[in-house]
């Protein structure tokens, strides 16, 4: 059962690297969810996909983009790494009104 | 529009005693659900309980109770019979249809 698997779980990058984030969830959820995680500052949404083909943004876009390659996979990609962008970050789907299921999450470090 | 208040960044409880967590919320669609999450050390987050805004009857799941209020707005979270298990982040969370987000966090220390 693996439900909502997240890679790389740990990442150190370069300012003005790109990268991207992989999600991929095997529950038939159609919304699709990405967070990131800063002390005192809870979880704070991205990006989210309402069905695959669709993407909205969430609190705090400004820096990523996001790809809904299918129904099954949602990746996250940062285009020029900046150390503000050090954070944990969560994948999460959810069916309908229907709590989220948690990726592991990624620790990304940008120096 | 949803927003989420959680005032509490941090709360104390004694082991086997009672503590109620808060949240206050704000959403404009009309079907949601609410939920509160735990997140322990690992970071994995754990749903703790449920509840149907459209139900009346406040949700219990064990020695976990929710206080739902709906024209207030307000989603209180209570732990009755407090374990050092329980020592973790608290999250809470208007689901609507769409946008999913979370308040800042409320930190639960146990204290045996």
């Known amino acids: 059962n693996a439900g909502v698997t997240q890679t790389p779980k740990f990442q150190v990058l370069k300012t003005g690297q790109s990268m991207t984030l992989q999600c991929a969830q095997d529950?038939?959820?159609?919304?699709m969810y990405w967070y990131r995680q800063d002390p005192g500052m809870g979880l704070r949404l991205i990006y989210y996909?309402?069905?695959?083909?669709?993407?909205d943004k969430g609190e705090v876009p400004n820096g990523y983009n996001v790809s809904r390659l299918n129904k099954r996979e949602f990746s996250l990609r940062l285009e020029s790494a900046a150390p503000s962008q050090t954070s944990v970050y969560f994948c999460?789907?959810?069916?309908?009104?229907?709590?989220?299921?948690f990726g592991q999450g990624t620790r990304l470090t940008v120096v | 529009a949803q927003t989420v208040t959680q005032s509490q960044p941090e709360m104390s409880v004694q082991e086997a005693e009672t503590v109620t967590l808060s949240c206050t919320y704000d959403?404009?669609?009309?079907?949601?659900?609410l939920f509160w999450y735990k997140q322990p050390p690992s970071r994995q987050m754990i749903l703790v309980i449920r509840?149907?805004?459209?139900?009346?009857q406040n949700a219990t799941e064990n020695r976990f109770s929710v206080n739902f209020q709906k024209a207030a707005k307000s989603f209180s979270l209570k732990i009755s019979d407090s374990q050092l298990g329980d020592a973790a982040m608290y999250f809470c969370?208007?689901?609507?249809?769409?946008?999913?987000?979370f308040g800042t966090g409320t930190r639960l220390k146990v204290l045996a």
């Open positions: 999460a789907s959810r069916e309908g009104l229907t709590e989220a299921f």
């Open positions: 529950m038939n959820h159609n919304s």
């Open positions: 996909s309402a069905s695959e083909g669709t993407t």
């Open positions: 959403t404009s669609e009309s079907d949601y659900y």
């Open positions: 509840q149907e805004a459209y139900k009346q």
């Open positions: 969370s208007p689901g609507g249809t769409y946008k999913y987000i």
